[in-house]
């Protein structure tokens, strides 16, 4: 059975003392639960370093939003996986949609970075999606294939054993539109059976595969109950705990 994760994406929300205040409340709300599913929170850059105290103690993980695929250097406003790992940073999020549009980020660069966050250690959650255009112009499977391909490129068996993807329908983010559970599933089985055409059936039943696109207190469990929907990646509902703690509870109902 695949150990579910629920991962929050705050983006360009909190500032360090929001960052305290929703920490503190998390944590009091953590309380209620054994530990069943993993809870990742990803604030921003500036807040890394006062969450990473913060979540001291706890079994909350850190994850940052985004990261560069060099080593250092003269990259103006680009953060390394060493300052990352430096602060405790576990999970990155890499290929986020809104990275790709506002930032135009392509499989190859996601690609780029996936190898550079494996190689430090750090385990990337690596969005994938389709757009309304392409939902509707019926090429889902085809987009969602070729994305595969593209941000696994030369990864290795043991390289793709480390990695996470959410499936992050990209007309479902933040629209308050999420995609059904039935069809969120057939598209997390599609990802699975091209990874495992890819590598093998034993890698791809291991891999987690992450559902994110409006998930809230009302669909997470319907969501979270599909045969290959291993957890969420949130945005919108990860920036208030009693939101969040409410899909994080379905995920414990839901791991059984
Ligand atoms: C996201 O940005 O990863 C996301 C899923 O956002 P929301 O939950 O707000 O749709």
């Known amino acids: 059975m695949r150990r ?4 929050g994406n ?26 069943e599913v993993d809870v990742v929170i990803c604030p921003s850059y500036t807040s890394l370093v006062v969450a990473k105290s913060l979540i001291k103690d706890s079994s909350i993980k850190l994850g940052a939003q985004n990261m560069l695929q060099h080593d250092d250097g003269a990259y103006t406003g680009e ?29 190859e660069l996601i690609n780029a ?7 430090a250690g750090l385990t990337p959650i690596v ?5 309304l255009d392409e939902r509707e112009a019926g090429i889902t499977d085809k987009i969602i294939t070729t994305q595969v391909n593209g941000v696994l490129r030369g990864l290795t068996s043991s390289e793709v054993e480390k990695l996470l993807i959410a499936y992050e329908p990209v007309w479902a983010i933040g629209t308050g539109k999420n995609a059904t559970p039935e069809q969120a599933n057939q598209v997390h089985k599609l990802i699975r059976k091209q990874v495992g055409q890819m ?31 291993d957890g969420g990646l949130i945005g919108g509902a990860s920036l208030k705990a009693d939101l969040f703690m409410a899909i994080v509870q379905a995920g414990v109902e839901s791991s059984g």
């Open 10 to 35: 705050w983006k360009m929300n909190k500032d360090i003392h929001e960052t305290a205040t929703l920490i503190a409340e998390l944590r009091e709300r953590m309380k209620e639960f054994k530990n």
């Open 199 to 229: 590598y093998s059936w034993a890698i791809a039943e291991k891999l987690i595969i992450q559902y994110g696109g409006s998930m809230n207190a009302q669909n997470a469990s319907a969501l979270l109950s599909q045969s290959d929907i």
């Open 127 to 131: 969005c994938i999606g389709e757009t």
């Open 113 to 119: 970075k996936i190898k550079k966050a494996l190689s």
């Open 79 to 107: 953060v390394s996986t060493k300052m990352l790992t430096a602060i405790g940073c576990e999970y990155v999020i890499l290929g986020h949609s809104e990275r790709r549009q506002y930032f135009k980020e392509t499989d």
């Open 4 to 7: 579910k994760i629920i991962a």
